[in-house]
């Protein structure tokens, strides 16, 4: 297991740990990695939690943002390798004058504060055996032939390309472009996205030397055969491309942000309120998330 430290408030993590063993060790981030071994570091926040399982609360807000900016701050600054957020409950957020989507956005808004120049983040749903790309992502159905552009597909896949690269260690890596319509399009008669929007951007990929291929139709591109035949699989819309990595691997599978000037994964579930404070949660893919993070350190490491 690569060592980490949880940024929290202590006084919540020994009260849930207290029917259990695991002795917890509050450190600094440049401590963590010695205690790992024997204890669970805790780097603490300054803000206190409400310990309410399964209802989130508006008060725990300040400590759920703070955990944040100092994950990333001690990202940047070199005291960590990556960040690795777990779910977060966006309504009490808001609720709290939270302005931001999510963490995605939250995450690239704060690298720019630290210096970094804009970035856009592509989400990479990161299994055993798929890797898949949303190009839109979370936009109503009807709305993504409108989002799609030749240029929006472009630009994902270079950047999913360089990732794969260089934090994922692949030499040339390859790339399956998904249609959008039933059958890509059936050359036209289902649609002309395919022809007109997707096509013209495997031919921009292929030209750029990045090894492409594609408009693909999407329910022949995901089984094992085909999937042997590239590294990422880039999707026109959030299910087309969450549907198959979560059915291949639910639990195994994680959420990678791409395009980033730092490395940070997250489980590929959410809250699960409905589960909280009863001891049955999985934790397969937090850890899978917090294996990943150290595996692409380690690489980017390698190919810097």
Do not use: W
């Amino acid at each position: 297991m690569p060592a980490f430290y949880l940024l929290a408030d202590p006084d919540l993590i020994q009260s849930r740990a207290g029917s259990s063993s695991l002795p917890i060790a509050i450190v600094t981030p440049e401590d963590a990695e010695a205690r790992f071994s024997v204890a669970l570091p805790i780097v603490p926040l300054v803000s206190k939690l409400v310990d309410t399982p399964g209802s989130p609360d508006r008060a725990n807000a300040a400590g759920i943002i703070e955990s944040i900016d100092r994950a990333l701050a001690d990202t940047l600054s070199g005291r960590a390798a990556a960040v690795v957020t777990c779910p977060i409950a966006k309504k009490p957020l808001y609720d709290a004058g939270f302005r931001f989507p999510g963490h995605t956005e939250y995450l690239a808004h704060l690298a720019v504060t630290h210096g970094h120049a804009p970035a856009m983040p592509v989400m990479m749903l990161a299994g055993p055996d798929l890797r898949a790309v949303p190009v839109t992502i979370h936009i109503a159905l009807a709305e993504v032939p409108k989002a799609l552009s030749t240029d929006l597909i472009v630009r994902t896949a270079a950047i999913t390309a360089d990732d794969l690269h260089n934090r994922f260690g692949i030499a040339k890596p390859r790339l399956a472009i998904s249609g959008l319509n039933p059958h890509a399009g059936e050359g036209g008669a289902m649609g002309r996205e395919d022809e007109d929007i997707i096509l013209p951007a495997v031919l921009a990929l292929q030209r750029q030397g990045i090894d492409s291929f594609g408009p693909l139709p999407a329910d022949t591109m995901f089984h094992a055969r085909a999937r042997a035949t590239y590294d990422a699989a880039l999707c026109m819309y959030h299910d087309q491309a969450l549907i198959p990595a979560k059915a291949l691997a639910f639990d195994e599978t994680v959420n990678v942000t791409l395009g980033l000037p730092f490395i940070r994964t997250s489980p590929d579930h959410g809250t699960a309120f409905d589960v909280a404070g009863k001891g049955v949660a999985r934790c397969d893919s937090l850890v899978a998330a917090l294996k990943l993070a150290r595996q692409l350190a380690d690489n980017e490491a390698t190919t810097a």
